[in-house]
């Protein structure tokens, strides 16, 4: 898979990715008046040995509000990987996902874990030092689901107390993440799910704060991409919401893999 898409090929998957997205919703609609149920009641899966295939990994955090890792798991990770494994030839893990506290040795074995309700994430400090050392050995980060400035403010904090130098910049549409797959134009028109007010924003957090380095962490500020992939089946949110969120996510996964 090549870690750039040309106009054509960027339209191909488009169209793909619009037709897999309709089989989900045809697949899912009838399970829908239970799917909200069944979204603060899950069963924690086993992790998969790793093998050298992609697999998604979700951290989980242990102080602040303890669930909050947890939003959209597991449903989330099998529609993405559902996506994901139509969209590309990448080897990986459709049926399955792992999921590491923040300082699980484990976790050294893959490049890309992601971060959900950062607005409740308070890390101790053995977690802060284990997820500092991942980062600077090459680990891609991926924080997504919060919105207005408290929840900003806890997660500044955190994501500080992780990377105490780390300066938390702006992106721009022109950074090589947002053309590592499809081709994103604009990072204007998503919003988060609880509410039209919060406009997303795409931060991120540069190796050595410099822009011309590896980026180390990519933030979804106002936005829940997780949330969009999880209900992309229910019919709940505007289909191009759910659309651009499996774009973004796959464009993370590919840059994450390539640098």
């Known amino acids: 898979m090549m870690p750039a898409a040309n106009g054509m090929r960027s339209q191909l998957f488009g169209t793909r990715l619009a037709r897999v997205v309709g089989l989900l919703l045809l697949a899912m609609l009838f399970g829908a008046p239970i799917a909200w149920s069944q979204r603060q009641r899950f069963m924690l899966e086993p992790n998969v040995p790793y093998d050298g295939?992609?697999?998604?990994?979700?951290?989980?955090?242990?102080?602040?509000?303890?669930?909050?890792?947890?939003?959209?798991?597991?449903?989330?990770?099998?529609?993405?990987?559902?996506?994901?494994?139509?969209?590309?030839?990448?080897?990986?893990?459709?049926?399955?996902?792992?999921?590491?506290?923040?300082?699980?040795?484990?976790?050294?074995?893959?490049?890309?874990?992601?971060?959900?309700?950062?607005?409740?994430w308070m890390p101790t400090p053995p977690e802060a030092e284990a997820l500092r050392r991942w980062i600077q050995k090459g680990g891609f980060l991926i924080v997504d689901d919060f919105y207005f400035d408290r929840q900003w403010d806890v997660f500044e904090k955190a994501m500080l107390s992780v990377l105490p130098t780390a300066r938390i910049v702006p992106m721009d549409?022109?950074?090589?993440?947002?053309?590592?797959?499809?081709?994103?134009?604009?990072?204007?028109?998503?919003?988060?799910?609880?509410?039209?007010?919060?406009?997303?924003?795409?931060?991120?957090?540069?190796?050595?704060?410099?822009?011309?380095k590896r980026l180390q962490v990519i933030i979804n500020y106002n936005n829940d991409i997780g949330d969009y992939m999880e209900w992309s089946g229910e019919g709940w949110y505007p289909v191009n919401f759910s659309n651009d969120a499996y774009k973004f996510a796959t464009n993370y996964v590919v840059y994450g893999l390539t640098h």
């Open 53 to 120: 295939r992609y697999t998604f990994v979700r951290l989980r955090y242990t102080q602040g509000y303890r669930m909050a890792w947890s939003a959209d798991y597991p449903q989330m990770e099998r529609n993405f990987m559902t996506i994901l494994g139509d969209l590309s030839t990448l080897r990986l893990h459709k049926k399955a996902s792992n999921v590491h506290v923040l300082d699980d040795p484990a976790l050294n074995h893959y490049p890309i874990a992601y971060l959900t309700e950062p607005g409740y």
């Open 173 to 212: 549409v022109s950074h090589p993440i947002f053309n590592a797959f499809f081709h994103i134009k604009t990072l204007v028109g998503m919003t988060h799910p609880a509410t039209p007010l919060a406009k997303a924003e795409y931060l991120g957090i540069y190796e050595d704060n410099d822009p011309r």
